[in-house]
C-alpha cells in the first residue's frame, strides 16, 4: 500500500495537471443534501479560500440558493489548531504563514456544514489533506461534542484514490462531493 506521502504527491502532481474550472452546477447534488437533511438557512457553512489547484469552492458565493447561508473561513492558530471565523465576501482577508487568505479574526463559529479540501479520496470516503492534520484535529474536537454536523470533502472525480491508508487521527466524511456528482 502506499504510504500517505507518496499518496500527497501522487495526487498534487495529478491536480495540478488535470485542474479546471468548475461551473455552478457542481453545487446541485450539495444543494439537494441540504435539502434532504432539512438544514437550515442561515446555518454556518464553512469554506476555505482555495490554493494550489484546488476546487474553486468560492463559486458557491454566487448561486442564489446559498445566498440564505452565513459562511466562515479557517484561521491556522498555534498548536497546530485550526477554528472557522464569520466571512463574507468582500471582507478584508490577511495572509497566513502559508500564503493562505484567511479572515481577521472577528466572530469565533462553529459551521454546521463543513466543505473539506483533500488531495484525495477513496470510496469509503477517507481523504488525505496536506499532512499537517489541521482538519483532521478540528472535526475530532466537533464531532465529540456535535455529532450532527455534515462534512463534506470537495475534490475533482480524478482524486479518487482506490484504498486510502487510515489511522485513528483520521476522520470520515459524509460525504464527497465531485463534479460527477455525490458520493455518500
Known amino acids: 500500500m502506499d504510504t500517505k506521502r507518496l499518496i500527497r504527491e501522487k495526487y498534487f502532481l495529478k491536480r495540478k495537471r488535470l485542474f479546471f474550472e468548475i461551473k455552478k452546477t457542481y453545487f446541485k447534488p450539495l444543494i439537494n443534501i441540504i435539502r434532504i437533511k432539512n438544514i437550515k438557512t442561515k ?5 476555505y479560500y482555495p490554493s494550489n489547484f484546488e476546487v474553486n469552492i468560492l463559486k ?10 452565513n459562511f466562515s473561513l479557517p484561521v491556522i492558530k498555534k498548536n497546530q489548531e485550526m477554528q472557522f471565523f464569520r466571512w463574507k465576501k468582500g471582507d478584508i ?22 466543505l473539506v479540501p483533500l488531495l484525495a ?5 477517507n481523504r488525505i489533506g496536506y499532512g499537517r492534520g489541521y482538519y483532521d484535529k478540528f472535526l475530532n474536537t466537533l464531532l465529540k461534542k ?3 454536523h455534515l462534512t463534506v470533502g470537495i ?6 484514490h482506490h484504498n ?3 489511522d485513528k487521527r483520521d476522520i470520515k466524511l459524509n460525504h464527497i462531493l465531485t463534479e460527477k456528482g455525490i458520493i455518500s
Open 43 to 47: 446555518t454556518n457553512i464553512s469554506l
Open 60 to 69: 458557491i458565493l454566487d448561486i442564489d440558493f446559498f445566498k440564505k447561508f
Open 93 to 114: 482577508l490577511q495572509i497566513n504563514k502559508y500564503g493562505i487568505p484567511e479572515p481577521k479574526t472577528s466572530k469565533k463559529i462553529n459551521p454546521g456544514v463543513i
Open 121 to 125: 479520496f477513496d470510496k469509503n470516503k
Open 146 to 148: 456535535h455529532k450532527k
Open 155 to 160: 475534490a475533482f472525480s480524478f482524486q479518487k
Open 164 to 166: 486510502l491508508p487510515v
